[in-house]
């Protein structure tokens, strides 16, 4: 069977820069790359309208990025913030490498950054929203639970998961930026198998309410992506 035939359903793959042994070089090689892919993707640009309306009621709004990688998109989204004049809006990220959090944190100096394994250990509380992208595929459906289940913990408010949505036309389109815009072979490898690992919102969705999250929606993002998007009531 050919890969484009099995996209019809989930194949979850290990990815590269998920092992733990990967030279860490090439690690923040990936990082670059992966955050490339971000900034042309729009990936802040999918959380942003969520987060500025949170924001417009003039409270703090404190944004925790999960799986933050290089921190890129916490980074865009205090950007738009700034140019926004929303400035009761502060972000943070976490996530499970020491390799991407120093990378993190050497490149937005102005952001906490945090190892953190969310997989293993609940999230801090006292966070208004708390956002992943690109995450959510990485995990089991179990670990995937957990994880929605832990974010919601600790979002007083809201919860926004941005991610790859599964099919021909993603995997067809991932693996070509991932060619066009990146040399790492890490990503190369990662990109493509990230689709075949990724769920459908639809599928988002249905993980969401066995987590608890009940009345989460996915909304389906161009070119590639899902926005799964929960409120507390």
Not at 35 to 61: C, I, K, Q, Y
Not at 161 to 168: G, I, P, W
């Amino acid at each position: 069977m050919s890969v484009l035939a099995a996209l019809a359903r989930r194949e979850r793959i290990d990815e590269r820069m998920d092992d733990p042994a990967l030279d860490p070089a090439e690690h923040r090689r990936a990082l670059a790359g992966l955050a490339r892919l971000n900034r042309v993707s729009d990936s802040a640009g999918v959380l942003w309208p969520a987060l500025r309306e949170l924001a417009r009621g003039g409270a703090p709004v404190r944004v925790l990025d999960v799986a933050t990688g290089s921190g890129d998109v916490p980074r865009a989204l205090a950007a738009k913030a700034a140019r926004a004049g929303l400035t009761t809006l502060s972000f943070a990220g976490c996530d499970v490498s020491p390799t991407a959090v120093e990378a993190a944190s050497r490149s937005a100096p102005g952001l906490t950054f945090f190892v953190h394994d969310v997989v293993r250990d609940p999230l801090p509380p006292g966070y208004d929203a708390v956002t992943c992208s690109l995450f959510l595929h990485h995990l089991s459906e179990a670990d995937a639970e957990t994880v929605l289940r832990r974010m919601a913990d600790a979002a007083g408010r809201l919860v926004l998961v941005n991610d790859l949505d599964r099919s021909r036309f993603s995997y067809l389109a991932v693996w070509a930026a991932c060619h066009l815009l990146t040399r790492s072979p890490v990503v190369r490898f990662d990109g493509p198998a990230s689709v075949r690992s990724a769920f459908t919102a639809e599928e988002a969705v249905a993980l969401a309410e066995r987590a608890g999250l009940a009345g989460a929606a996915a909304r389906r993002r161009f070119p590639c992506r899902f926005l799964l998007k929960w409120e507390r009531r």
